[in-house]
C-alpha cells in the first residue's frame, strides 16, 4: 500500500456525494458576455424553493425526518462536529482519548458524544493499512449504532 501523504486520512464520501448531485459543486464562472440583469430585486424574507425542495413535494415521514424528530437539540449540535480519536482499533483503550474526552477507547468517544464524523491520521495512530483502517471504521459505525439505539 502506498504511504499516505502527509499522514492523513479523511473520509469524505457524503462531500463528493454532495458534488456529484450539485450540491457544493462549483457553478460555472459566468460568461465575460453575459449582461446582469435590468433590474435585481432585493432578495425577499423567505425565498422561494425549487418544487423539488418545497415541502409539498417531500415525502412526509421519511427516516431522515423520523431520525431528526427523534433527535435531542444535544444530539443535533454534536452532528456539527469531526473529532479525532486515536488508535488503531475501535475497542483499544488509549491515554489520549482519556486525557481529551473521559473515556478510553475510540468507541466510547463516539458512544459517549455521537459526532458528526471523525477524522482519522497517521500522527493519531489510526491509519496502518487498508484492512485495518475498514476494521476501525467498521467499529466505531457500530458504537455510533448502539448508541443510538440507547437512547431511542
Not at 421519511?62 to 462536529?81: C, H, I, N, P, W
Not at 466510547?108 to 491520521?121: A, C, M, N, S, T
Request: proline share 9%.
Amino acid at each position: 500500500m502506498p504511504r499516505i501523504r502527509h499522514g492523513v486520512v479523511m473520509l469524505a464520501a457524503l462531500l463528493v456525494t454532495g458534488c456529484s448531485s450539485g450540491v457544493g459543486a462549483a457553478s460555472p464562472a459566468p460568461s465575460p458576455r453575459a449582461s446582469a440583469p435590468a433590474s435585481v430585486s432585493p432578495p425577499s424574507s423567505s425565498p422561494s424553493l425549487p418544487p423539488s425542495l418545497s415541502q409539498s413535494a417531500r415525502p412526509s415521514g421519511g427516516q431522515a425526518e423520523r431520525t431528526l424528530a427523534a433527535m435531542s437539540l444535544r444530539d443535533k449540535v454534536a452532528q456539527l462536529f469531526t473529532i479525532v480519536v486515536w488508535g488503531q482499533k475501535a475497542g483499544a483503550a488509549s491515554k489520549e482519548n482519556e486525557a481529551r474526552y473521559g473515556v478510553a477507547t475510540p468507541a466510547q468517544v463516539v458512544e459517549k458524544f455521537r459526532p458528526g464524523g471523525v477524522i482519522l491520521f497517521d500522527w493519531a495512530g489510526n491509519v496502518s493499512g487498508a484492512s485495518q483502517v475498514a476494521a476501525l471504521t467498521t467499529g466505531l459505525r457500530e458504537a455510533a449504532a448502539r448508541s443510538g439505539e440507547a437512547r431511542s
